[in-house]
């Protein structure tokens, strides 16, 4: 089995959605046609590529697997098969809007994971993330041809990119599909994508009260667009990393704290922890394992701005497992005194 990256191949990243498979695809397939790049032998090799890789991807059982294993499942019946796998009719597409000369289109949006712990999560921070941005290509300003060896008019059509007689005769032209030029060079710098990554460290602005699945965007930080089109945007998703002190409930916390029998008995001031620090509580007397204490506003803040959650406390109570002699005849006397205990 191949170990070919087909996110790569796309040039997507892992977690790309449908649509955003089917763009690749598309806006690959068309750059990379057999039709449109004539005999190149480097384009037609990328076109089984990119289609295989797209074959796969755009089939969730496949895909599924590929991401488990490395290696798809093989092909399932028609009918079980994703409605985005049918190659031919994103190929009518491909070639429809080619003939139309399509224009600027906007960059694809990407993602990128970044981890923060439920205290940067409570306080908001800064952060660095190291992306690999797709920037137009400078050797070819993302034209994908070598500057010196342009595209050909096609000799079919003569550049029109139609063949025929006048409307309704017209139709497009089969050398060139509709082109009106056949690219008989890539550049090399790109490999003809007229796009190429550039590493680059970005700032990143954390505020207070992101929690798991957050999304901020880093607008124009996405791919290049091409012909001009806008660059996507780039959404960094927080992950935030847990914390076996706390169980989070959206804006409030929970917690347990541990508290010995003497304070339980007499009650008296308790740190507890807070998902940014510490606070001071006062246990009354007579508390009681299971007691809920709920500190008001000192939660998680909400990215709204709205008032922030609650800590919620709940008291588990810390009996000692042995005692001594002494102990144990100091607690009988007491218990002649204090009979719940
Ligand atoms: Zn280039
Ligand atoms: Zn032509």
Do not use: W
């Not at 037609?44 to 295989?52: G, L, P, S, V, Y």
């Not at 994103?90 to 990407?110: C, K, L, N, W």
């Not at 017209?170 to 509709?178: A, E, F, H």
């Not at 804006?251 to 001071?280: F, N, S």
Request: proline fraction near 7%; charge should be positive.
């Amino acid at each position: 089995m191949r170990a070919r990256d087909y996110y790569k191949t796309l040039n997507i990243p892992k977690g790309a959605s449908d649509a955003e498979i089917k763009r690749a695809y598309r806006r690959l397939a068309r750059q990379y046609h057999p039709d449109v790049t004539g005999d190149d032998v480097r384009s037609t090799e990328r076109f089984k590529e990119i289609t295989e890789a797209y074959e796969v991807l755009s089939d969730p059982k496949r895909r599924r697997s590929y991401d488990l294993f490395g290696a798809p499942s093989p092909p399932g019946a028609p009918d079980e098969r994703s409605p985005f796998s049918d190659v031919a009719d994103i190929f009518a597409d491909v070639m429809r809007r080619a003939s139309r000369r399509t224009g600027p289109e906007p960059g694809i949006d990407v993602e990128h994971a970044l981890a923060v712990t439920l205290a940067e999560a409570a306080t908001g921070c800064e952060r660095t993330v190291d992306v690999d941005l797709t920037r137009a290509c400078d050797q070819c300003a993302g034209k994908g041809y070598p500057p010196d060896k342009p595209p050909e008019t096609c000799p079919d059509c003569g550049g029109s990119g139609t063949k025929g007689g006048g409307f309704p005769l017209k139709r497009s032209c089969g050398r060139c599909d509709g082109l009106g030029s056949i690219r008989r060079y890539t550049c090399r710098a790109c490999a003809g994508e007229g796009q190429r990554k550039v590493p680059e460290r970005l700032k990143v602005t954390v505020p207070a009260g992101v929690d798991t699945g957050t999304r901020l965007r880093l607008k124009g930080k996405g791919e290049a667009g091409r012909e001009g089109g806008a660059a996507g945007d780039l959404y960094v998703v927080i992950q935030v990393k847990g914390d076996e002190r706390f169980e989070r409930d959206g804006a409030d916390v929970h917690t347990t704290l541990k508290v010995g029998l003497r304070q339980a008995l007499l009650g008296g001031k308790i740190e507890v922890p807070l998902p940014d620090g510490l606070a001071v509580m006062t246990l009354p007397s007579g508390t009681q394992g299971g007691q809920v204490f709920r500190i008001k506003g000192k939660g998680m803040p909400r990215l709204q701005g709205d008032k922030p959650g609650d800590v919620l406390v709940t008291v588990q109570l810390r009996v000692p497992k042995q005692l001594s002699d002494d102990a144990r005849r100091l607690i009988e006397r007491l218990a002649e005194t204090v009979p719940d205990l």
